[in-house]
């Protein structure tokens, strides 16, 4: 479920990457005018002031012995309710100023603890360290912080993305189960449908009878793929990915059908992968329609209103909207009669 979510409006699917990167620089803006730090959370659960000498002893190594000096720098305000930066400088009276570093809390829900000490160098993540026990509906995953640094050779835009959809999925379950005595993140029928009603009323996509949207992404092999790439043609549009198992099936039904009924029905496939992702799966033998194209930022996704991935949107010959199909896929049948009704 957790990689079949997409969050809602597009500024939050950025969430983390807007975080990181635009708000950070936006800081940076904020320090040099000479504004003025003032807290305006305060931490009354916890030795905030030893959590925050032990993160800095981690991340600046001084020394046994060494009290360290940390001062405010600024704060960044909330976004959404989700998330808040705060700045850091550190020193010692010995070896003067050591560095600085972030303190991101993100909110995903009541029952969720992300307190993390952050370091950034030239847009990529380079240590992370909890303030505060990191808990995951309740529950301690102490490895998040060590797999999060992990991908410190990365771009932070490389995962931000996906990473925000976590962090918003976790709140909106969080939203979900409010009441109902929800626990861990198993789900009944009914909080299922919960979450299906929630996400199409907020992105309930096009109507039944709206033209296709006008788009225009590059091919995986260097052509056009946009809404004239399917005039006058019966049309499916396929937006997920390669990488994951129950996604691929999806788009295997879709190769399959074109070959039982060839150019019955065109068959577009929008990828919210990287292109080092989509090559790696072609190199491995891997198929795609010939209409595929890379969405990662899912730009393509989020004008389309893509609730669930993956999905595939069909069109008649009249490039007029006739449903979408979203999880779970029961079967190839299935799927092929919904195809075979496209006229």
Not at 307 to 315: A, E, R
Request: glycine letters at 10%; zero cysteines.
């Amino acid at each position: 479920m957790r990689r079949r979510f997409i969050s809602g409006a597009p500024g939050r699917v950025l969430l983390v990457i807007l975080l990181l990167g635009w708000t950070v620089s936006a800081a940076r803006g904020q320090e040099s005018s000479g504004a003025t730090w003032k807290p305006r959370l305060t931490s009354n659960t916890f030795n905030f002031d030893g959590a925050l000498q032990r993160v800095a002893h981690r991340l600046f190594e001084p020394g046994v012995g060494n009290f360290l000096q940390i001062e405010p720098v600024y704060d960044i305000q909330r976004f959404d309710k989700e998330a808040e930066f705060e700045k850091y400088k550190v020193s010692s009276r010995h070896a003067g100023d050591l560095g600085t570093f972030m303190r991101m809390r993100v909110y995903p829900g009541n029952t969720s603890i992300f307190d993390l000490a952050i370091q950034l160098d030239k847009g990529r993540l380079t240590r992370v360290e909890p303030i505060r026990a990191v808990q995951l509906e309740g529950k301690a995953f102490l490895g998040f912080p060590a797999a999060l640094q992990k991908l410190e050779s990365h771009p932070i835009q490389v995962y931000g993305a996906p990473l925000a959809r976590v962090f918003h999925g976790l709140q909106y379950l969080d939203e979900v189960a409010s009441g109902e005595g929800f626990s861990g993140l198993s789900f009944t029928a009914s909080q299922q449908e919960k979450v299906r009603a929630w996400v199409e009323s907020t992105r309930p996509g096009p109507a039944q009878g709206d033209p296709m949207l006008p788009f225009s992404v590059t091919t995986i092999k260097g052509g056009e793929l946009g809404a004239e790439t399917f005039h006058k043609k019966r049309a499916a549009l396929y937006f997920g990915m390669v990488d994951q198992e129950d996604h691929r099936q999806v788009l295997d039904w879709l190769l399959r059908y074109d070959q039982e009924r060839k150019g019955r029905v065109r068959t577009g496939a929008l990828l919210q992968n990287l292109p080092a992702e989509i090559s790696q799966y072609t190199l491995r033998g891997g198929a795609l329609p010939q209409y595929s194209g890379e969405d990662n930022d899912g730009t393509i996704h989020d004008l389309f209103g893509v609730g669930f991935m993956p999905s595939v949107y069909l069109y008649g010959r009249d490039g007029k909207f006739l449903k979408r199909l979203t999880p779970p896929f029961e079967s190839y049948e299935a799927l092929r009669g919904s195809l075979n009704e496209i006229r």
